[in-house]
């Protein structure tokens, strides 16, 4: 084991610090905050570039505190950023990504403010993990396939809470719970199978295997004042609370730039949740590739006459836009995304991203095509971790 005391500098896009050894290479530190002394063990060494985890600290940052779960300690990797004070960790994202779309998408003095303040804690209606040697759920190690088990979850909302305290799950590789968090439904999804699993009364549980051989299975959630249906296999936000304020950032940003915009493209449109509420009253098309999302999207909207379409970003024939909302995975637009936004002819794009270094991709790519960068808004979707949404407004001028 290789321990070495480092001084941190920064944190890195994912959630860890960054530091230099005396050579000059760089480590990304694992439990560490920014300007702040620590011993870290190296996990992974590479010519440039090495790894580790915090096992000491000799001098803590100001942002430190102790990490107010006790499942940290015993090394569940769900949550990296617990050691961080929550106002902390608000402010670290607005300086990631202010200088993302500095260094990689080349904006000079972009615009980058804090979007709608949502809890730390007790929000999230979807967690992923996997059953411990006697079954019951677990999340993963960091950088680990080694289950760490849990009987609670500091982030999770109470009805996942319960199914995480009281489940039972065998063999199970795969464990997704996931609850709507405002009609009370809940599901499990346990692969390869759920054969032997033991919830709740009322809990749905369903197996991958099941869901391969084409069985269908669905919760609801309510957001925006409408009920939604979500498959095993769509995506849907984190929380109602989260869905609710990333329409309100990307409605603000359409009121500001596009107020008269009569046609709007949904691109990666999942179940619909833009469509049916910054699309309402105009005419929508929604684009996405995943096949269970495009039904739950035709069912949602069945009465907006929003049409859907199911087919993937680079083979789909664009369909004239005045204003585009993106919602792509944690890859971002890329190359075939920002040419679709482009042959839609629309003015204005509002771009949300789940990861702040593909939203520096995107920025760039969209800066080429011609569209200017006009602000983003930075979410706190998921307290007590690295992860960063963020909502951006691209305009094509003149």
Known sequence: MTVVELRTTAMAVGGEAVAREASGRVVFVGGAG??????????????????????GVVEPSADRVAPPCPHVEEGCGGCDWQHLAVDAQHRLRLEQVADVLRRTGGIADPEVGAGVALAAERLRTTVRGTADPEGHFA????????????????????????????????EATDVTIRVG??????????????????????????????????????IHEEVAGRTWRVSARSFFQASPEGAEALVAEVATSIERFAPEAERLVDLCSGVGLFAGTVGLGRSVVGVERNASAVADA???LADTGARFVKVALGRWRPSPADVVVADPAASGLAAEGVAAVLATGAAHCVLVSCDPASLGRDAK??????YAHVGSSVLDLFGHTGQIEVVSGFRRFG
């Open 34 to 55: 920014p300007d702040e002394t620590v011993l870290v063990e190296l996990t992974d060494e590479r010519k440039t570039f090495a790894r580790g985890v915090v096992v």
């Open 181 to 218: 968090a405002r009609t009370g439904e809940r599901m499990v999804v346990v692969g390869p199978s759920a054969k032997g699993v033991r919830v709740p009364d009322g809990v749905l549980v369903v197996g991958t295997d099941e869901l391969s051989s084409g069985h269908r299975a669905w």
């Open 365 to 370: 790519l969209l800066a080429a095509a011609g």
């Open 139 to 170: 999340f993963r190690r960091r950088r680990s396939h080694e289950p760490v088990a849990v009987d609670s979850c500091l982030i999770a909302h109470p009805l996942v809470e319960d199914v995480i305290a009281r489940g039972w799950f065998g």
């Open 298 to 300: 035709r069912h949602n």
